[in-house]
């Protein structure tokens, strides 16, 4: 029963394909004229109207489909581009803080070389975090009692762009543990160091002024008319042994930027400019041997 329906099944497949080659020599053996292309035509004449009826139903669902198609490849190339560009962005914010890192380094070794800061045990440690206080202004550095800071160490440092100085005063070490430090900054408002300013280095005393947070003041100076707009003022240093300062002497501080006058020559306020940029600073350097000079000077 089985091979019957095999058989007659191949023999329908013969007849076919027979009747098929055998149309195909007479279609393509008579005119255009001929019997089977007055077919061809009659059945395309009938049809045509129902392909072009179902290809304007069809195409609003052929753009749908095209437009998730091209919805989709759009993301995905958004995607890539936006991978692309963080990848861009995360490269330059790197090269644009390892730029001003190395700006600061070659700040603080100008300052070591032509200021002496060497002789003074210099620590280089990096900030990574900054109080938000604008009167408490403090940072903490990534150095401690481990690396030989104290309490009390003078801090330095540089942003680079100060070709006279090299580097400047920010603060000294308020608190240190084993791995890290506090520096209190020169613009908090419990600091203040001796200093000396202009060519005549009339001394005085720098602090924050009061109610400006970022503004300096020169204090307590002897004679103000020897101190003019443009000077340069330096850290004092130690005058006499049993005196001995913690900072050592030469440390720029900043330069005087305005004078107020008051009611004589010795109410004048002289504002001071920090030196050292301190809300960009990333590098810094502890002088942890302040008093090598006085050690020097006793052997």
């Known amino acids: 029963?089985?091979?019957?329906?095999?058989?007659?099944?191949?023999?329908?497949?013969?007849?076919?394909?027979?009747?098929?080659?055998?149309?195909?020599?007479?279609?393509?053996?008579?005119?255009?004229?001929?019997g089977l292309h007055s077919v061809q035509r009659?059945?395309?004449?009938?049809?045509?109207?129902?392909?072009?009826?179902?290809n304007r139903v069809l195409k609003p669902v052929r753009d749908l489909f095209?437009?998730?198609?091209?919805?989709?490849?759009?993301?995905?190339?958004?995607?890539?581009?936006?991978?692309?560009a963080d990848a861009y962005f995360k490269k330059l914010g790197e090269a644009q803080q390892q730029v001003a890192e190395l700006q600061q380094r070659s700040g603080l070794k100008a300052l070591d070389d032509t200021g002496g800061m060497s002789r003074y045990g210099p620590v280089e440690a990096r900030v990574y975090l900054r109080s938000?206080?604008?009167?408490?202004?403090?940072?903490?550095?990534?150095?401690?009692?481990?690396?030989?800071?104290?309490?009390?160490?003078?801090v330095v440092a540089s942003d680079g762009k100060q070709p006279t100085t090299?580097?400047?005063?920010?603060?000294?070490?308020l608190t240190a543990s084993g791995g890290s430090a506090v520096v209190t900054l020169i613009t908090d408002q419990d600091f203040s160091v001796s200093a000396v300013a202009g060519e005549a280095r009339e001394p005085g005393s720098v602090e924050p002024?009061?109610?400006?947070?970022?503004?300096?003041?020169?204090?307590?100076?002897?004679?103000?008319?020897?101190?003019?707009?443009?000077?340069?003022?330096?850290?004092?240093?130690?005058?006499v042994a049993r005196l001995e300062s913690r900072y050592p002497p030469a440390i720029p501080i900043g330069i005087v930027k305005r004078i107020d006058p008051g009611s004589g020559d010795l109410d004048r306020r002289i504002h001071v400019k920090p030196a050292a940029d301190l809300?960009?600073?990333?590098?810094?350097?502890?002088?942890?041997?302040?008093?090598?000079?006085?050690?020097?000077?006793?052997?």
């Open 132 to 154: 938000p206080n604008a009167f408490f202004q403090r940072m903490t550095i990534n150095k401690g009692t481990s690396d030989g800071i104290h309490t009390g160490d003078p």
């Open 66 to 84: 095209g437009w998730f198609g091209d919805t989709l490849d759009a993301k995905g190339e958004r995607d890539k581009y936006k991978e692309q």
């Open 1 to 34: 029963m089985h091979d019957r329906a095999v058989r007659r099944r191949r023999a329908v497949l013969v007849v076919l394909v027979a009747a098929s080659l055998f149309l195909l020599t007479v279609y393509f053996g008579e005119g255009s004229s001929g």
């Open 209 to 239: 002024a009061i109610g400006a947070p970022g503004d300096l003041l020169l204090d307590m100076v002897q004679d103000p008319k020897k101190v003019h707009v443009g000077d340069f003022v330096f850290t004092a240093g130690t005058v």
């Open 166 to 173: 090299g580097g400047a005063l920010i603060g000294k070490i």
């Open 42 to 54: 009659g059945v395309t004449g009938v049809l045509s109207p129902i392909q072009e009826g179902a």
């Open 279 to 299: 809300t960009h600073t990333d590098i810094v350097q502890v002088l942890t041997e302040p008093h090598a000079d006085l050690r020097a000077a006793a052997k």
